[in-house]
């Protein structure tokens, strides 16, 4: 099933890290904070404006993002657990370190 996102909703697919303890066993997730970082399948078109101006989003497809779990509406596509929130919700942009 393909998704076409309307106005300034992004889909997004969170990222669940494992973390290994010195020894190489798995932890379980449940006892870690959550990150709440995803990486961005899919955009809108953006928001419009009253007078009809279409204002693109900052955030492209590829995009590693932080957000706020909250507002988000869980989504199942293709079998996969997936979000879509506004692009309001999204707080940063996670950037790597590698130049």
Avoid: Q
């Avoid at 932890?27 to 959550?34: D, R, V």
């Avoid at 961005?40 to 955030?59: A, M, N, S, W």
């Avoid at 507002?71 to 707080?91: C, Q, R």
Wanted: charged share 30%; aromatic share 4%; hydrophobic share 40%.
């Amino acid at each position: 099933m393909a998704v076409k996102l309307l106005h300034d909703r992004v889909l997004l697919k969170p990222i669940e890290e494992d973390e290994k303890s010195s020894g190489g066993i798995v932890l379980a997730s449940a006892s870690k904070e959550p990150k709440y970082e995803a990486k961005v399948l899919e955009v809108g078109k953006g928001r419009t404006t009253e007078d009809g101006l279409v204002i693109p989003l900052d955030v492209v497809v590829g995009d590693i993002v932080m957000y706020n779990p909250a507002p988000a509406v869980k989504v199942k596509v293709n079998g996969e657990d997936l979000l879509v929130i506004k692009e309001s919700e999204i707080y940063a942009v996670v950037e790597s370190n590698t130049k």
